[in-house]
C-alpha cells in the first residue's frame, strides 16, 4: 500500500491550494481516501473522506465549505480543493486509505503514514 501526497506550499490566508494524492498497491474502489492533517504540537485529525464506491463525502466541520474531496478511480488518485484558507489550517497533510472513512479517524489500512505535504497558511 503506498500512497503518496503533493501539492502543499505557502500561501496566504484567504488563497487556495490543490493537493493530490496518488495511491496504488490496493484495490482502490475497496476503500475511502481520506485526508488527515497534523499541526506542529498536536494531533493528528481528519479533515476529509471520500467513499470510493459511491462518492459519499465527509468533512471535518472546521473545512465545511471550505475544503473539497474528490477521487478519480479511473486513475487511483484524489484530491484535496483547499479555499479560503487559514492560518490555523497550517499542518502538515497526509492522505490515506481507510475503512473508518464516515468517522474521519486517522486509521490507515496500512497501518503507518506517508510523508506528508506542508501547508503553511501566512496571516
Known amino acids: 500500500v503506498q500512497l503518496v501526497e503533493s501539492g502543499g506550499g505557502l500561501v496566504q490566508a484567504g488563497g487556495s491550494l490543490r493537493l493530490s494524492c496518488a495511491a496504488s498497491g490496493f ?16 494531533e493528528r485529525e481528519g479533515v476529509a473522506c471520500i467513499s470510493s464506491s459511491d462518492s459519499t463525502t465527509y468533512y471535518a466541520d472546521s473545512v465545511k465549505g471550505r475544503f473539497t474531496i474528490s ?11 483547499m479555499n479560503s484558507l487559514k492560518p490555523e ?3 502538515v497533510y497526509y492522505c490515506a486509505a481507510t475503512v473508518s472513512c464516515a468517522l474521519l479517524i486517522p486509521n490507515p489500512i496500512s497501518g503507518s503514514w506517508g510523508q506528508g505535504t506542508l ?3 501566512s496571516s
Open 27 to 42: 484495490i482502490f474502489d475497496d476503500y475511502g481516501i481520506g485526508w488527515f492533517r497534523q499541526a506542529p504540537g498536536k
Open 89 to 91: 489550517d497550517t499542518a
Open 71 to 81: 477521487s478519480d478511480n479511473a486513475k487511483n488518485t484524489a484530491s484535496l480543493q
Open 119 to 121: 501547508v503553511t497558511v
